[in-house]
Antibody
């Protein structure tokens, strides 16, 4: 059973860059056939798909965040990462990494999530 | 971007009763519709995809139906562990978009 675990700073200052890593166990990010996703949820609110990467390294980002987002893959560490630049309080959220249901933007396996607060 | 609208916002149901949750898309998403369950303090978990296919390990009391713009999640006999928030999500168009959720609470 694949497991995912997010890690990174819980507090980021406004205008700085949010960086998170998702470590995958029980599966390989380079094995093919899956999207590796980032999804976020502001406190008390709904879910927003940030973007995904797949084994070739190709990415797709939510147009609302595209100018600020980078998702990358580190096959040597079996991880994928999220960078979000120029953050504001509106980026405060629980950030989840998730494995897709094959090549579909359906989140079949989720990490536990990590709360990132943007505040000075 | 496709807007997903769920109703009702809150559903009060007694254990053992049937719950019916609705999800509407602002344009057709064919059958590219998923349902998730989220309990407090936990990540969402996938229940249904393809509008009606149960994910691995999901009990048969959960069923999904619909296509196009109108979808339904039915829980045939609510168990204590089913009280949670449920989200629908379309994946016909990028970005995948979620409804605002329906909270199923104990009556």
């Amino acid at each position: 059973q694949v497991q995912l675990q997010e890690s990174g700073p819980g507090l980021v200052k406004p205008s700085e860059t949010l960086s998170l890593t998702c470590t995958v166990s029980g599966g390989s990010v380079s094995s093919g056939s899956y999207y590796w996703n980032w999804i976020r949820q502001p406190p008390g609110k709904g879910l927003e798909w940030i973007g995904y990467i797949f084994d070739s390294g190709s990415t797709n980002y939510n147009p609302s965040l595209k100018s600020r987002v980078t998702i990358s893959l580190d096959t040597s560490k079996n991880q994928f990462s999220l960078k979000l630049t120029s953050v504001t309080a509106a980026d405060t959220a629980v950030y989840y990494c998730a494995r897709g249901l094959g090549y579909r933007t359906v989140a079949a396996n989720w990490g536990q999530g990590t709360l990132v607060t943007v505040s000075s | 971007e496709i807007v997903m609208t769920q109703s009702p916002a809150t559903l009060s149901v007694s254990p053992g009763e049937r719950a019916t949750l609705s999800c509407r898309a602002s344009q057709s998403v064919s059958s590219y519709l998923a349902w998730y369950q989220q309990k407090p303090g936990q990540a969402p978990s996938l229940l249904i995809y393809g509008a009606s296919t149960r994910a691995t390990g999901i009990p048969v009391r959960f069923s999904g139906s619909g296509s196009g713009t109108e979808f339904t999640l039915t829980i045939s006999s609510l168990q204590s562990e089913d009280f949670a928030v449920y989200y629908c999500q379309q994946y016909n168009n990028w970005p995948g978009t979620f409804g605002q959720g329906t909270k199923v609470e104990i009556k």
